[in-house]
C-alpha cells in the first residue's frame, strides 16, 4: 500500500511499526456546534483508511480527541475559546454544550457510517498529562514562561515549517490573517501551550497549575492524549488540511522537543469541501449539516458515495446538483445489487480477481474513485450472482454504503409492490427512480387507508413531505417525487 505523505511530499510504501497493531490519530471535532459535511467529508475518508487497514489484515487502534477546552477563534492565539462562544450563544454551560454536540457529532457518524474510533478523549480529561509535557519541555528549553502564559520557544528547533515551504514574510505578524501581535512571544511563531487568566478573565474552564489558574492551549492536547493512548511513536496522523498549519506544525514541534525523537512516520491530510463561492466554514454562519441532508430527501449514504467519488487529496466541490446526480448513481448501485441473485456458492477464483482489483486501486493512495469503479466492473463480470454479491459485500466492508443491506430491502420492497400492483396499484416515482424506504411508506400509508386508520395515513403522508417527498394520488397507484 502507498499513501501520500505530507511530511514528506510524496507517495511512500506504508510500513507499519508493528503490523499487529497500526497506531493511527484522527484530530476530532471541537464540539461547539455542529460538524458542517466539509468537516465530515475528511471523517469519511479516515474511516475509509482505518477499514481498508483492517481489510489488508492490519490490527489497528485509532485514537481521537474531543476538542472541549482551548481552541480559539482564530485557530492560533487569539480570540475566543470556541467552546466558550458556543456557550453564550446558545445559554447553557460549557459543559452542556459540550456534551449536546459531541452525540450529535457521534450521531452523524452514525448515519454516515463512520466507525467510532477505538479511544475517544474529551481534551479535559488528560489536564495532567498536559502539565507534565509542558514542565518537561521547560526544563529542556524548548519553552517559556512571559505575561502569565507558557510559550513554545520555535527559534530553538532546527526545522519548524513541515508540511509546506512558507516564506518567512507570509507568515508575519499581522499578515497571515487571523493573527495579532504578541508582545509575550520572543518569536512571531511562537504558540501557547498554557493560558493564565492574564488572557481573559471569562473563561468557564479552569485548572491550577504550576503557573497559575489557567487552561491548556489546543496544540497541546493532541500530544498528550497521542502520547497518553499510543505511545511515544505514531504510524499514521490524520486531520483536514486546514490543520496542517499552525495545528500539526506545532503538535510535531512539541512532541519531537518532549520525547527527543521522530514521532509520526506518516501524515495524511484531507483537503476541502468547497461549495460554489469557496471553502465551506462555520465562521460565515452559513454551513450545511447532516441534518440539512435530511431535511432535503437525501440519503446520508449517498453523500458518502459522493465522496468516495473523489480523492482525497482533491477538493470537492459540493453543489445540491452534484449531490442529486450522486443519490441518482447511488440508488441505481442499489437497483443493480438487488437484482442479484445469490444461487449456489461463489466461485472463489473470480472473487479473488474482482477482490484483487478493488485493493490496487486502495493500495494507490487511498484512491476511491476507482475502487467505486472497481463495484461496477463486478456487474461487468463473466461469473455467477453469488460470485458478485460475495464480492460487493467484500467491497462493502470498507466503502460503508449498505448496499447489500439496502438491497435486501429494496427487493422486499419490490414484492409488496408487485404484489400491490398485481391488486391494480402502482407506485411510480417521477424520476423514474426507486427508494426502498419511501416505497414501503406509501405502501404503508395504503394499507392504513384500507384499514380506515386515515389518522396514520395523514402521519405517514405527513412523514414524507417533511422528508422532502411529494405524493400524488391516483386512481391505480400512487405518484411521488422530491422537492
Known sequence: MKLYNSATRKKEDFVPIDPAEVKMYTCGPTVYHYAHIGNLRSYIMEDVLEKYLRYSGYGVKRVMNITDVGHL???????????????????????????????????DCARLNIKTPDVVEPATNCIDDYIHIIESLMEKGYAYF?????YFDTSKLEKYYIFNDFNEEDLAVGVREGVEAD??????????????????????????????????????????ISIKHLGERLDIHCGGIDNAFPHHTNEIAQSEAY?????????????????????????SGEFLTVQSLLDRGYDP?????FCLQSHYRKALVFSWENLSNAQTAYNKLIT????????????AAALEGLKARFAAALDNDLNTSLAVTAVYDVFKADTTDATKLAAVADFDTVLGLDLVRKAAAKRESDKKAASAAGAGFAVVSESGESDAEVEAKIL?????????NFAEADRIRD?????????????????????
Not at 208 to 224: K, R
Request: proline share 3%; charged share 30%.
Open 336 to 347: 443493480r445489487v438487488a437484482a442479484l441473485r445469490a444461487e449456489g456458492e461463489p466461485d
Open 73 to 107: 477563534t482564530s485557530d492560533a492565539d487569539t480570540g475566543e475559546d470556541k467552546m466558550l462562544s458556543g456557550a453564550k450563544r446558545e445559554h447553557k454551560s460549557v459543559m452542556d454544550i459540550a456534551k449536546f454536540y459531541t452525540d450529535a457529532f457521534f450521531s
Open 463 to 483: 412523514e414524507l413531505k417533511a422528508a422532502g417527498i411529494e405524493l400524488t394520488d391516483m386512481p391505480n397507484g400512487v405518484k411521488w417525487k422530491r422537492i
Open 259 to 283: 520525547l527527543g525523537h521522530h514521532w509520526c512516520n506518516y501524515w495524511v491530510h484531507v483537503l476541502h469541501l468547497n461549495t460554489t463561492s469557496g471553502k465551506m466554514s462555520k465562521s
Open 146 to 150: 512571559a505575561g502569565g502564559n507558557v
Open 444 to 452: 404503508a400509508r395504503r394499507e392504513a387507508k384500507k384499514a380506515k
Open 183 to 224: 508582545d509575550n512571544k520572543r518569536n512571531k511563531n511562537d504558540f501557547v501551550l498554557w493560558f493564565t487568566k492574564s488572557k481573559f478573565e471569562a473563561q468557564a474552564l479552569k485548572w491550577d497549575s504550576p503557573w497559575g489558574v489557567g487552561y491548556p492551549g489546543w496544540h497541546i492536547e493532541c500530544t498528550g
Open 301 to 305: 449514504l449517498a453523500y458518502r458515495f
